[in-house]
Structures are given as C-alpha cells and as structure tokens.
C-alpha cells in the first residue's frame, strides 16, 4: 500500500536526473500539499478508506471484495508499468464511476430482496388473518339466513293470523244474517262453515317445518315449533301456536272420531292413531265410516262443564244415523261449525255462535301474542348477527389497513437503506477522487517512477 515516496523503493540517479526527479517530487508536493489545503482530512481518509473498511459495514452483506483494489479498480494486482501504458491515471485505479454503478446494483438488487421477503411476510399474515375472519363470517352468514328463515316464518304467522281476524269478522255477519227474516238460513249456514273452514285452511296454509300457526301434533295437539341457530352452534326454539280449530271425539266404547277441518270429513278410528274404520251399509256393503261435517252431523246434547258430548253421525244417507256418546277434545281458537249450534235454529244457537266467536276473538289476540314474541326473539337474533357480521367486517378492515400500513413502513425503510447505502457510496467515490487527484501526477509524470513501482492494490 503506498504510504509515503521513500517506501516506494525510487532508486538514486545522476545529478541531472536527480534534480528532475527532485523537481517532479516538489511539483507532486505542492500538488499534495494544495490538495491537502483544500481539504485537510484528504490524506487520513484516503488511507482509511484503503486500510481498514470495517468486516461490518454497510456492504458488509453484499458479495462484493473490499480491498483496496476492488474497492480502486478491478481484481488483481495493478502494476505501474500497467498504467504508464494507459492514457491516464485510471488504468490503475479504474473508473471509479463504473465501480460505484455495479456496487449500487449489487446493493438495489440485495435491498429488494430482502424487501420482498418483508413484503412476502406481510401478505402471508394478513392472508391467514382474513382466511380466520372469513371462516367466522361464512359462519355467521350461515346463523344469519337460519334466524332470517325463522323471522319469515314469523311474520307469515302474523299475516295468517290477521286474516283470521278478518274472517272472524264476516262470521258474525252470517251468524246475525242467519236469524234476519227473509234471509236464506241454508246460504248463511254454508257461508259460515265455509269461513270456519278457510281459518283452518290459512292455519295449514304454511309448510310443516315453518309454520307457526298450525301443524299441530295429532295426539296431543301440541304446537309445532321450528329450531334455528342464534349464535354458531347454539340452536333455539320458536314454539308456534294455533289460529285454526281442531276437534275430536273419543267415544265411550274407545273408538275415536276424528274430522279432517281443511276438506269438512270426520272418519272414525280404532284407537287414538288407530286403523280407519268401516261400515256395513243395509244392504252389505263395505264403506268407510265416515261423514260430512256439513250435512252428516248434529248435535244431541254438550256440557261445556264437562265436555260431554252426544252426536248422531249419519255415514249413509239411507241408514239410520249412528249415534255417538263421549267426550270433545278441542284445541285452536275454539269456533265450531254450524253443526256444532244446531245450523243457527233458535236464538240460543246464535248466541253460542257468538259466543264462541268472541271467545276466538280473544284465543287469537293470546296466539298473536306469542308471534309477537317470536318476532322479538328473532328481530334480537338478528341483531346478535348483524352486529358479528359488522365487527367481522370491521376485522377485515384493520387486517387491510395494517398490511398497507406495514407495507408503506417496508417500502419506506428500504428506500431510507437504500439511500443511505448510496451515500455511503457516494461519500467512498469522493474519497477515491481526492486519492486520485494527490497521486495520479506522480505516477503519470515521472516514467522512471512508474517503472520502477510495482503497487499490489
């Protein structure tokens, strides 16, 4: 490493040459001594930016050699003999531009690494946050359309249920019209006991696994009732109601009469959930013994106290009818049909009609009541969903604000190392230039000189 002229080796000449050769030194002294003016840290910089670049310095981590040849010039040993064939200094010391540009790309192409795998992290996390909240929110989507299924089911119960009201309504008209001189008994009787049968009918209307208004248990007339999830893997009940009116009766000697209230028919069985059974006609045959509930029934005796009840069923219209002894189950709103009020006879059937009208009238408020509080639950249970779904949403959002951030953090923190590896660089050529200024004269003005130094950089 070149530190001063006498341990450069310069041999000893004759007189003349020796004064050109003390001429050329003084020359590259004062060139030295003006550089060194110029700026005075020029010399200890030069050297320590030769001698002593730290093992962990800034490009420490590219694979770049940092000697002071790879950091002057090229690979091997340059010799002055080298140089004194080139045009100018650089041949020993190369271009010190060219060195930074490949030392600048080495470091670009080693910050972007390294940010990329910053970046990769980054993208990873946020992925495998979003894959957890999008499981929770298919969760919960799923829990939502369960509670929605429910409030439709809801609300189609209420709907039904006004319309019972409605109904309810227009029977006392035909129940007052019935007694009204002049008006035709058999019309208003059918036309009310069309309208107990559209009650039952819209109490049906609904599909078994969402209605709320019938679909009653046949044995022991329990209401139906629906299952949904309010919350991931927690299910809850809806328990339904009934806007319609059912009836049997159990016979004394156990067979059950049965009535179908959407088609008007009551067919007897062996039992509760029993065989159907049959009857022989006078003249032999087999039919099933059954009946209208329009024009095959009427009404003996009933003791609202006790339930006993005494009907004559007429299954064939040639037959005596078959009268039957036992006990009314009811369960519904609690009207009947006109059979049940002696086809509106007297003033005292119509009075019962209405009556039991009344009494359905208030049997409904009770089961609008208990929709009410469906619709409560459900209208919460969606609430509870819609308030999961939003903070899920919410997740989503701070999981995407957070990796932008991170990566507007990394971008910026590379660029900073970047930039600062640039000056580094920047502040390394300034260095060599200043070398290259204070002994580029020397070596390229003296031929003796340049023969007989042999530099290993």
Not at 8 to 27: D, E, H, K, R, Y
């Amino acid at each position: 490493m070149v530190s001063s002229i006498s341990s450069l080796g310069v041999p000893t000449f004759p007189s003349a040459t020796q004064t050109n050769t003390q001429t050329n030194l003084q020359a590259n002294s004062q060139t030295s001594s003006q550089n060194s003016q110029s700026n005075p840290n020029q010399s200890s910089v030069a050297t320590q930016a030769l001698t002593s670049v730290p093992a962990g310095g800034i490009l420490s981590t590219l694979p770049v050699q940092t000697s002071a040849g790879a950091l002057l010039g090229g690979g091997a040993a340059t010799s002055v003999l080298g140089a004194s064939e080139g045009d100018d200094a650089t041949s020993l010391f190369g271009t010190v531009a060219s060195q930074q540009s490949t030392l600048l790309l080495q470091v670009q192409a080693n910050a972007n690494a390294q940010l990329q795998q910053v970046l990769d992290a980054i993208n990873s996390e946020a992925a495998s946050e979003n894959a957890g909240i999008n499981t929770q929110n298919d969760v919960w989507i799923n829990v939502k359309s369960q509670i929605n299924n429910a409030e439709i089911a809801v609300q189609n119960g209420q709907e039904s249920a006004t319309k019972v009201a409605d109904t309810l309504l227009d029977m006392r008209t035909s129940v007052a019209n019935a007694g009204q001189k002049g008006e035709d008994l058999s019309y208003w009787k059918d036309q009310y006991d069309s309208q107990v049968t559209s009650i039952n009918n819209e109490a049906e209307s609904a599909d078994p696994a969402t209605n709320l208004v019938g679909n009653l248990n046949p044995i022991d007339f329990s209401p139906n009732t629906i299952e949904y999830d309010n919350k991931p893997s927690s299910a809850t009940t809806l328990t339904g109601t009934y806007i319609g009116n059912t009836w049997r009766i159990k016979a004394d000697d156990g067979t059950y009469w049965v009535p179908d209230v959407t088609t008007d028919t009551l067919q007897a069985y062996k039992g509760l959930q029993g065989d159907a059974e049959n009857y022989t006609t006078g003249d032999g045959q087999s039919v099933p013994k059954a009946t209208s509930t329009r024009n095959g029934l009427s009404l003996v005796s009933y003791d609202p106290s006790t339930n006993k009840i005494t009907v004559n069923v007429s299954v064939v219209p040639t037959d005596p009818p078959i009268t039957v002894t036992g006990t009314l189950e009811q369960n519904g709103i609690g009207v009947m049909q006109s059979w049940f009020y002696n086809n509106f006879a007297t003033q005292a059937d119509r009075d019962r009609a209405f009556a039991d009208i009344t009494k359905s009238e208030v049997n409904l408020t009770s089961a609008q009541a208990t929709l009410q509080n469906g619709a409560t639950q459900t209208t919460q249970g969606e609430n509870h969903a819609n308030a999961a779904l939003d903070a899920l949403t919410q997740q989503t959002v701070a999981v995407q604000t957070k990796q932008q951030s991170d990566t507007q953090a990394a971008q910026a923190k590379a660029a900073q190392q970047f930039l600062a590896m640039q000056a580094s660089l920047q502040n390394l050529q300034a260095v060599q230039s200043n070398y290259l200024q204070a002994f580029a004269g020397f070596v390229s003005d003296d031929p003796f000189a340049a023969t007989a130094l042999n530099i290993t950089a």
